[in-house]
């Protein structure tokens, strides 16, 4: 079985590593993002009784589910209980990953595996990638970003970073810089240029 480069996104929060991840998906790459798999966690009931027992019942919204908003608020506060939750959802998270790691490889007509994980460099995950992928972006436009879409103001922003190894380690470790500053063209012409490279050195 042929094995397909492993890519993963680096860059910090509101950089638009999503909007350069959909850039590989349109290459013919297959996407892991590991936020999408966290939320599919949090409906799980044993992981919904031991977020409440741990966090108490304000956590919960009027169907019983987790609400990520104030959860996230709460972990951000509490260094004890950010380590209690990511010690609870990142064995799912990245046992589903390997999983799926594993079936892409599997299928002929993926050209590359992209891991959009936050915490990717926190959790060790950098050693699985083959390359690395830094999104470069102004502070200010990140500020921008992440407030327009209603996730997180300035402050937040800055304490979640705060939890995470840094941006300039981050740069430093990654193969190739995509700059976000821009459009959306200019970004798919550079995804599309380090993706040729990419493939060739494979």
């Given at each position: 079985m042929l094995k397909k480069a492993i890519i993963g996104i680096l860059g910090g929060i509101g950089s638009g590593k999503s909007t350069v991840t959909a850039e590989f998906a349109r290459l013919g790459c297959?996407?892991?993002d590991a936020d999408r798999i966290a939320h599919d966690v949090l409906e799980l009931p044993e992981v919904v009784k031991a977020i409440a027992e741990r966090f108490g019942d304000s956590v919960l919204d009027s169907?019983?589910?987790i609400d990520r908003s104030v959860l996230g608020r709460l972990v951000f506060e509490d260094a004890e209980g950010l380590a209690f939750l990511n010690a609870l959802i990142h064995p799912h998270?990245?046992?589903?990953?390997e999983a799926l790691i594993?079936?892409?490889h599997a299928k002929p007509e993926v050209c590359g595996i992209v891991l959009d994980m936050p915490l990717l460099v926190e959790v060790g995950w950098e050693k699985k990638c083959d390359f690395l992928v830094f999104v470069e972006c102004d502070l200010e436009k990140r500020l921008e970003r992440a407030s327009k879409n209603g996730k997180i103001d300035v402050n937040q922003l800055k304490?979640?970073?705060k939890c995470q190894i840094s941006?300039?380690?981050k740069?430093?470790?990654s193969h190739y810089t995509v700059n976000n500053n821009s459009d959306i063209s200019d970004v798919a012409e550079q995804v599309?240029?380090?993706f040729s490279s990419i493939t060739k050195g494979k």
């Open positions: 297959a996407v892991i169907d019983g589910r998270v990245l046992g589903r990953s594993e079936l892409y304490k979640r970073e941006l300039d380690k740069r430093e470790i599309a240029q380090l």
